[in-house]
């Protein structure tokens, strides 16, 4: 299976999104489809020996709307499509406005025996808003007709083609008068197209993060080719060539420096502000600024596999996935219209058949009723808050992947911690070494770090780094084998040895009775112990110590504020975990956890409620895709990227609490969103069908409910958008 994205345009409201995502869903070889109203883009995962792009875009035209792929980072031409847009709603705003000015200004003025040519006049100028600005919707409401559903043009062109056609009738056949409602019609259509615009300028302020992120994109590179620097357009770059960064410039693409040191401006990426210093060897991301010193780089990614152009397609990942309380929004967006279509008919039948009404009274109840309602409200509740929201967590090296973890991360009730790499630095040092009797420290050290050459863990790492520190050459090893969480075992001049927890070396059939004492007394001091075994026994014992990251305690402490309980879980022994729990104020912790043992913790405080599992990306992934929702501490590594439903860009575990404050605030955003919606439509229709009239005499005028109806939609929009001036 492969997935595409669409940019799909001519959708008015939720209606259409239900529309365009059942065709997608029922075309041949589609796993799946999401679409997102705000961000006008759809998100299909499909079979490419069933269908291919061109069909499923086919699929899209066919109901009446357009569509084209979206193959790489196109800001200019999403600028393009916005622009047109925006710039199509302003001519048949400005034409609307031409014609329902003076035909509001003249209608008002028949209210007493008007001329006989007055009615002519406000034909004249309805008729071109009517069927010019009015067009799309039209078109709209056929496209819906055709896929048998109904949308927001559904509405609009019935209430105002209901006043239109009533007032040619009268005017035609009865000898016009007062009772007509040509104005009504021109204003209605003329409003709808208002909020409509003012709706395309303020959800594009929605999207704003990813525009930002897709503006860093350096556009030239100073490549050597052929022994000669020459500046190149980014996208003629290819992977291993040399590039060459001057202090001020962005570094162009990912790649790895080979000559030179320099310092590095990374905020846009991982929203750290302080710079970080990189030399020989150390990788670089594109996009980010030199600040001082030249440097040569090998470029090791170009295009979409950069890592800035991952972090905007998980943004924008983020932002189509639909949050599970979008599902009731969807809901009632299904049968919203046709339920409005029959109260408006059921309001003009009442009051004309039961009560006596005259028509044209019945009809402007029932155009009321028909423009008042309108979905898109509703459907704009949700994505526009989830857009503003993952945009604010980007900005700030939080990435949020998609609604349901952002709705998640707000409800919960466990956190729960791995310790190395997450609570405590990743970089532990040896602190002492303790060796048998018959055996040489130089030699032990030599044999282990032999052996912990071949494994990526930290404790190996600092094991490897005290040889160094010693001037002791490791030696060489043969037939490596890794037991992930355990140890690791190889042949070192033919004989084979073990390093690794004494749990692992006790497993292994070794007698550990030697070094009990020596292992308790590390322990106690808080220290982890790492053994190394021959074939004849154990050799020696490594205590290592981590250290604490100095935000681990504030992170923590900021949870219990919010009433989140916290847990570590780790694979050290219980007196290491007891003293790290005590210094950062964990409040429980399981010691002696292997990796795939994580995951068994885990479903077991899922009985208690909703839990999430916080980790460094590489060890923890069972236990992170276990969790309700899993966050990953990486700095930006690829493998974090990967690994959790939340990343964090920086390393700064205050993150957390942040992500956390934010998805409350984003879930609260959304709720209000839904309330006025709802609250909005249910105290509107009743009072445009004339409920309180009998009692008020208040019989709501089209133009007004239009007028209403236009705000909501915009309403909503700026309400998401007031996220950006909360603080998390």
């Not at 994109?217 to 052929?226: L, Q």
């Not at 996935?321 to 009731?328: D, G, L, M, S, T």
């Not at 219209?337 to 059921?346: E, N, Q, S, T």
Request: with cysteine; aromatic share 6%; glycine share 10%.
């Amino acid at each position: 299976m492969e997935s595409l994205d669409l940019k799909i345009s001519g959708m008015h409201c939720e209606s259409c999104v239900r529309v365009v995502e059942k065709a997608l869903r029922r075309a041949a070889g589609v796993g799946d489809a999401s679409v997102n109203f705000a961000a006008g883009k759809a998100s299909v995962i499909y079979d490419p020996a069933l269908t291919s792009p061109e069909l499923l875009v086919a699929e899209i035209v066919n109901k009446g709307y357009g569509a084209r792929v979206i193959e790489a980072v196109d800001t200019a031409g999403d600028d393009r499509l916005y622009h047109e847009e925006v710039r199509a709603l302003r001519t048949q705003l400005i034409v609307g406005a031409i014609f329902a000015v003076p035909a509001l200004v003249l209608g008002m003025s028949m209210m007493q025996a008007p001329p006989w040519w007055h009615g002519y006049a406000l034909w004249f100028l309805a008729t071109p808003v009517q069927f010019y600005v009015g067009g799309p919707f039209y078109r709209g409401a056929l496209a819906a007709l055709k896929n048998r559903s109904s949308t927001m043009d559904t509405l609009v062109t019935l209430g105002t083609s209901a006043a239109y056609g009533y007032s040619l009738y009268l005017l035609l056949f009865e000898g016009g008068g007062a009772d007509q409602y040509f104005e009504t019609s021109a204003v209605l259509i003329t409003l709808v197209v208002f909020g409509k615009y003012l709706e395309a300028v303020s959800r594009r302020r929605t999207s704003e993060a990813i525009r930002k992120l897709e503006k860093l994109f350096p556009g030239e590179a100073s490549v050597i080719r052929n022994g000669v620097e020459a500046r190149v357009p980014v996208g003629e770059v290819d992977p291993d060539e040399t590039v060459v960064v001057r202090p001020g410039e962005q570094v162009p693409l990912d790649g790895e420096i080979i000559r030179g040191r320099t310092t590095l401006d990374e905020s846009m990426v991982t929203g750290e502000s302080i710079p970080v210093a990189r030399g020989e060897g150390d990788p670089v991301i594109g996009s980010t600024i030199n600040r001082e010193g030249v440097f040569s780089m090998r470029v090791t990614r170009v295009g979409s596999e950069t890592m800035l152009a991952r972090i905007i397609r998980l943004v924008e990942d983020a932002q189509m996935r639909k949050a599970p309380v979008q599902r009731f929004a969807d809901r009632v967006s299904s049968w919203f219209v046709p339920a409005v279509i029959a109260v408006a008919a059921a309001t003009f039948l009442v009051w004309f058949f039961l009560l006596d009404a005259e028509p044209g009274f019945a009809l402007v109840a029932a155009v009321s009723v028909l423009v008042i309602a309108c979905p898109c409200a509703l459907g704009l509740a949700t994505p526009t808050a989830i857009m503003v929201g993952t945009g604010m967590g980007a900005a700030e090296g939080i990435l949020i992947k998609g609604g349901a973890a952002l709705e998640t991360a707000g409800s919960l009730d466990h956190v729960v911690f791995d310790k190395t790499g997450t609570i405590t630095r990743a970089e532990p040092r040896v602190t002492a070494v303790r060796v048998r009797e018959d055996a040489g420290e130089r030699r032990c050290i030599a044999i282990a770090a032999g052996l912990e050459r071949g494994s990526e863990h930290p404790l190996a790492a600092a094991v490897v780094k005290k040889a160094e520190a010693e001037g002791i050459e490791p030696l060489e090893m043969d037939g490596f084998t890794a037991h992930p969480g355990r140890g690791v075992e190889a042949l070192v001049e033919g004989t084979r040895y073990r390093i690794g927890s004494v749990r692992f070396i006790a497993e292994s059939g070794t007698d550990t009775e030697y070094f009990r004492e020596t292992v308790e007394a590390f322990e106690r001091e808080g220290t982890t112990t790492v053994m190394l075994a021959g074939e004849g026994g154990p050799l020696a014992v490594f205590a290592l110590r981590d250290t604490v990251r100095p935000d681990a305690a504030d992170a923590v402490a900021g949870l219990h504020a919010m009433g989140l309980r916290t847990a570590m879980i780790t694979g050290d022994n219980e007196r290491v975990a007891r003293t790290i729990a005590r210094e950062t104020g964990i409040m429980s912790f399981r010691a002696g956890v292997l990796p795939g043992e994580k995951a068994d913790v885990i479903a077991g405080l899922q009985r208690e409620g909703r839990v999430a599992m916080i980790g460094d990306g590489i060890n923890d992934a069972p236990a992170l895709a276990r969790a309700d929702i899993g966050i990953a501490m990486g700095s930006g590594t690829d493998i974090a990227m990967e690994a959790g439903d939340v990343v964090f860009m920086k390393d700064d575990l205050l993150s957390l609490p942040r992500a956390i404050r934010l998805s409350r605030l984003t879930m609260g955003r959304i709720r209000l969103n839904m309330f006025w919606a709802l609250f909005y439509n249910v105290v509107g229709i009743p009072v445009a069908a004339g409920l309180l009239y009998p009692w008020t005499g208040w019989l709501l005028s089209p133009m007004i409910a239009g007028g209403a109806m236009a705000m909501s939609s915009v309403s909503v929009v700026l309400s998401s958008l007031m996220l950006r001036t909360k603080k998390f």
